[in-house]
């Protein structure tokens, strides 16, 4: 990959997990929003490109909106310090300082910019996007939320998430939609125990870290380009089970996560909660086997100059990535017992 082989931006993807890092060791809140701003300043390198007008727009949005959500951060925690104990006061300051954090991490409803800058990024970019930039607006989340406020904001990302799928055409802005529903679970996961999220944020890296190295490797960035015939069947094969995997169906791997949380929601008695989650896990799985169902199924013509030919090596490395997808029940059973 071309980042390999650039020093500047390595030095930046340092930075970029040395930010994170000065944020979630920090001991102040003050420490906590120098640590966003160096990542907000190291991010935006990596995804600008002089020779990609999306890429420039994108990361143009981008620092527009993590900036006003750190000038609101930055606010809040100098408020907080000002301001003497007042429970009224409190619940206000603790709803604004959720509020930047979850505009930081593109959650719903403040998540009008994430489709729109994830349309304009590289595979990489977007998953260093999905998984790395959540970490620091999830942990700082998690020392100081207000729990009223997350249950609807957990709500609203999980059917804004579902919802916000069915009608995209464009793999990058689909995967944006899934990510959102995720973070709904996420910020429950979070808010249950920090351990079930680093369970649950592992397993979801490692998901869509498989399905944005077949995208990569594809070079594919719309559904209709899945419809080709000349793809090989063991990578269509793959795809279907790592979609599947993805969006928790109980044989695969990551239907272990949302197994234990839902267990969690029914013990607690969030009925509800548990309903919603449930059913907009479905929508999600529904909208990817429409993908897969078009991929096996629709023959289109078959073009003699396309050719798709995938070195021997990758092609066993996303066979053992499926098969470890496939075994998450049995792992998952021994987990339990």
């Known amino acids: 990959m071309y980042f390999m082989l650039n020093s500047n931006k390595m030095f930046f993807i340092f930075v970029l997990f040395i930010s994170t890092l000065i944020s979630i060791s920090s001991n102040s809140w003050f420490g906590c929003w120098i640590g966003l701003e160096i990542n907000l300043l190291s991010f935006i390198p990596l995804i600008s490109s002089p020779f990609n007008l999306l890429a420039s727009e994108a990361s143009l949005k981008y620092f527009l909106t993590q900036s006003i959500a750190s000038i609101n951060f930055l606010f809040m925690i100098l408020l907080k310090m000002i301001l003497f104990k007042n429970f009224f006061i409190d619940n206000i300051i603790s709803i604004m300082i959720n509020s930047?954090?979850?505009?930081?991490?593109?959650?719903?409803?403040?998540?009008?910019?994430?489709?729109?800058?994830?349309?304009?990024?590289?595979?990489?970019n977007n998953f260093i996007l999905m998984t790395w930039q959540k970490i620091t607006p999830m942990i700082l989340l998690s020392y100081y939320f207000n729990k009223n406020f997350l249950y609807l904001m957990i709500i609203f990302n999980i059917m804004i998430g579902a919802i916000g799928g069915l009608n995209q055409t464009s793999l990058r802005k689909l995967m944006a939609f899934s990510s959102i529903n995720n973070l709904g679970w996420m910020i429950f996961a979070i808010m249950i125990s920090e351990n079930l999220w680093i369970f649950y944020f592992f397993l979801y890296s490692f998901l869509i870290s498989i399905m944005y190295l077949f995208f990569f490797n594809l070079n594919m960035f719309f559904i209709n380009q899945l419809f080709i015939n000349n793809i090989n069947p063991y990578i269509k094969m793959n795809l279907l089970i790592n979609f599947l995997s993805l969006g928790g169906l109980p044989p695969f791997l990551g239907f272990l996560p949302k197994w234990i949380m839902i267990n969690f929601l029914m013990t607690n008695n969030f009925y509800l909660l548990t309903f919603l989650f449930i059913m907009t896990s479905l929508i999600i799985i529904f909208f990817y086997i429409r993908i897969i169902y078009s991929c096996f199924m629709l023959n289109y013509f078959k073009m003699k100059w396309f050719k798709i030919n995938l070195k021997n090596n990758f092609l066993k490395l996303m066979n053992f990535f499926s098969m470890i997808s496939i075994s998450g029940m049995i792992i998952s059973t021994f987990l339990f017992l």
Request: no cysteine.
């Open 100 to 124: 930047s954090l979850l505009v930081k991490m593109g959650s719903a409803p403040f998540h009008f910019w994430f489709p729109n800058i994830v349309e304009g990024l590289s595979w990489f």
